[in-house]
């Protein structure tokens, strides 16, 4: 068994090629363990982005089941760059001032997707507050390209706020993506601390308008940064009382020393539990897991 520490976990030299047990850090419970292998699909989705020149959120946010979905030929595109105009504390995705925007990224990620044989595409982007509609319009053509190309490949989008632009929003909704995802990420006491730049009723009201738009709704929280259950407990009351129907709960991991350290661990059982109690309020499936993250199972979700 080898084991690496998760400021490693960005380079895919850091891994060998047969499979391994590893823990994501020597600090991890002995539970926390994830299968890093790389395969033909794995370097097939690596190559396809680099020849294209795009992003995955996979690599930019050292997400920890990057080997099980790529190996499974699912990956969530990380458009509009891959420099975040905030700083949360939890991200590390890069943060400063962000490059122009490439009008072309929209067919090269429909390209991909092609490429790739996808059967369901999950776009997300970095924070893009200084254009005035916060990258609404590229995601619109993101989805218009994918359909284009690929008319029977399903399409979640995981949309920023846009800072309350309800022209934005409806920009993207009017494109019908399969699900409309929109982290919470955390709750609403340790909103402004670790999400500076947001603001935790304008993330539940911007669920509420998209659902109003028609669309299938989702969300994501991370749990172990500070939180209480109880509190974990409001926001899921908080996401159903806009009528979200997904909701995702994962593990809190610190990306790098410079990140938010990690305020507790949960059981897995505490994970069952809450997934449990999410059904009993509503939601349609609720994925529920240490290394569970917003895009994990996502082609699952979409026919709920």
């Given at each position: ?16 090629h ?20 790389t ?13 294209l ?35 949360c ?6 943060t ?15 390209e ?22 916060g ?32 022209t934005?929003?409806a ?10 995802n ?29 659902k ?5 709704t ?14 974990a ?59 569970v ?11 709920l």
């Amino acid at each position: 068994m080898s084991f690496i520490p998760l400021d490693q976990l960005r380079s895919s030299q850091a891994i060998s090629h047969q499979p391994s047990a590893i823990s994501l850090s020597g600090r991890l419970p002995s539970w926390f363990k994830v299968q890093a292998k790389t395969g033909p699909d794995y370097l097939d989705i690596k190559q396809t982005m680099d020849r294209l020149n795009l992003h995955t959120i996979c690599e930019e946010a050292r997400c920890p089941n990057r080997w099980e979905c790529w190996n499974a030929r699912t990956a969530t595109f990380l458009i509009l760059g891959d420099i975040c105009t905030r700083r949360c504390h939890y991200c590390s995705v890069e943060t400063g001032r962000p490059l122009a925007v490439d009008h072309a990224e929209p067919r090269r990620v429909a390209e991909a997707v092609q490429a790739l044989g996808l059967r369901h595409a999950v776009i997300t982007s970095v924070n893009r507050d200084e254009l005035e509609d916060g990258g609404a319009a590229i995601f619109a053509e993101t989805i218009r390209q994918i359909r284009q190309l690929s008319p029977d490949c399903t399409i979640e989008v995981l949309i920023p706020d846009f800072e309350g632009n309800e022209t934005a929003l409806a920009t993207v909704c009017a494109e019908k993506p399969d699900i409309l995802n929109h982290n919470i990420e955390t709750v609403q006491r340790l909103f402004p601390a670790i999400r500076p730049q947001g603001k935790y009723h304008r993330s539940i009201e911007l669920l509420g308008k998209a659902k109003h738009l028609g669309m299938h709704t989702k969300s994501g929280l991370i749990l172990g940064m500070g939180e209480t259950i109880d509190e974990a407990r409001d926001v899921m009351r908080d996401l159903r009382s806009v009528g979200c129907d997904i909701i995702t709960i994962g593990q809190y991991l610190q990306p790098t020393r410079d990140h938010l350290p990690v305020a507790r661990f949960y059981d897995p059982s505490e994970f069952v539990m809450l997934k449990e109690e999410g059904r009993a309020l509503g939601f349609t499936h609720v994925e529920s897991g240490p290394l569970v993250r917003s895009s994990y199972h996502a082609d699952r979700q979409v026919a709920l």
